[in-house]
């Protein structure tokens, strides 16, 4: 796991984490594709055996010399004769070492994708519950604000008898109330909808995770050395080059060894044949496959480069994005709400006790919408801090 110059409060508590840590671990238990690269990696460990394994020999039998006229007649002439046989291909050089690293490439290349998927399941998984948590925030907040709404509504009804309040300001915080009740029931809406793209990730049914939403200030490390793609680029190039040896070696053509014995009647002596053939490379095609293999390497090279400036990138933009929600919520939460809170307090205080005829309703609800307006506000720049934050799990931390 990549260390941070300062660690990140990701949960409240240990207990905490242990809950959430249960849904991503139970998450890459039941998840399909994670387990179909699990038998991919037992596939390619397999690979590894083989690959150090010889061809199997061929065994060969038979009779020559067989005449149409008397099949069974065998002492006519020293040619007629049964044999037995074996031809094995023996390998020469260095091609079954280097088959074998490839088969170990292939093997560490397939883990890697694996965890580098886990990361990606894990990283989208607290998107899932931070979104949820924060929507169950909105949800709570619209209905302090249709509170809020039903209180300046009877202070308005309590006005009106008094002719210090019209119907048409009545009608007004009605239809706020309403607006805020249909934003509500949209947002209740999008809570159960995420609910069921966590389940589709976890494969059991969402229950409440307890995980902390408050926003704490962090930083990153740009380090991603040991990130798994990092890591896949890296064994490609490892693997391109050890292929480009091997298509090299395989100029070395193996040996093609065949041994017959022959049997012969009682009148002639049974004799053994030896032969060996070797495959010659005389038109380059080998030496094209290894230079294929050599551009592909120097093609891993040069995506490595671009894969380090692209995560090392990221890494800043989630790193600014935080920094700037941390202070914008900072700044509506300490400054700018409470401003408004109290805005609305002297406003009504100051109608409610005022001499004047008629009191200030456009003011009264232009604050109120104000106050509405930054207090959403506040919650979307919380949802911006920890789905940056969600992200940061894909690029920052890696479980070896």
Same mark, same amino acid.
């Given at each position: ?146 509170? @809020?709404? !039903?209180?300046?509504? +009877? #202070?308005?009804? $309590?006005?009106?008898? &008094?002719? /210090?309040?019209?119907? =048409? %300001? *009545? ?17 209740? @809406?999008? !809570?159960?909808?995420? +609910? #069921?793209?966590? $389940?589709?990730?976890? &494969?059991? /049914?969402?229950?409440? =995770? %307890? *995980? ?189």
């Amino acid at each position: 796991m990549l260390k941070q110059s300062l660690t990140i409060v990701l949960l409240v508590s240990s207990i905490y984490a242990k809950e959430v840590g249960q849904v991503v671990k139970e998450a890459i238990n039941k998840n399909s594709s994670l387990q179909a690269l699990n038998q991919s990696i037992l596939l390619t460990k397999e690979q590894i055996n083989l690959a150090s394994k010889w061809q199997n020999p061929v065994l060969n039998f038979g009779a020559n010399d067989i005449q149409f006229d008397n099949v069974s007649k065998r002492d006519l002439e020293p040619m007629q004769a049964q044999f037995i046989g074996l031809n094995q291909v023996i390998p020469i050089g260095d091609k079954k070492e280097l088959e074998k690293e490839i088969a170990k490439d292939d093997y560490e290349l397939s883990k890697l994708v694996l965890a580098d998927k886990k990361l990606q399941l894990e990283s989208k998984i607290y998107e899932y519950i931070y979104s949820i948590k924060l929507v169950e925030q909105k949800v709570s907040l619209y209905s302090q604000l249709k509170q @809020n709404v !039903l209180n300046l509504q +009877k #202070l308005l009804e $309590e006005f009106y008898k &008094y002719n /210090k309040a019209s119907q =048409i %300001d *009545i009608l007004k915080v009605q239809t706020l109330y309403d607006e805020l009740d249909i934003n509500e029931e949209r947002l209740k @809406n999008n !809570l159960k909808i995420y +609910k #069921l793209q966590l $389940e589709q990730l976890t &494969y059991t /049914k969402f229950k409440d =995770i %307890d *995980i902390s939403t408050k926003l704490e200030k962090i930083t990153f490390t740009t380090s991603i050395e040991t990130h798994p793609k990092i890591l896949q680029i890296k064994k490609n190039i490892e693997k391109f080059n050890t292929t480009s040896e091997f298509e090299k070696q395989k100029k070395n053509s193996d040996i093609n060894l065949a041994v017959k014995y022959f049997q012969r009647d009682n009148k002639y002596e049974d004799y053994i044949n030896i032969s060996v053939a070797i495959p010659l490379s005389v038109y380059g095609s080998e030496d094209i496959k290894s230079r294929k293999a050599k551009h592909k390497a120097n093609e891993y090279k040069n995506i490595l480069e671009d894969s380090k400036l692209k995560f090392t990138n990221q890494i800043k933009i989630l790193q600014n994005n935080i920094n700037n929600a941390f202070y914008s919520y900072r700044k509506l939460n300490e400054n700018i709400i409470p401003k408004y809170n109290q805005i609305q307090k002297t406003l009504e205080s100051y109608n409610r006790f005022s001499s004047l005829k008629k009191i200030d309703s456009k003011e009264l609800i232009k604050n109120l919408n104000e106050l509405i307006k930054y207090k959403l506000k506040a919650i979307d720049e919380k949802q911006k801090y920890f789905t940056n934050l969600a992200n940061s799990i894909y690029y920052t931390k890696v479980d070896k």
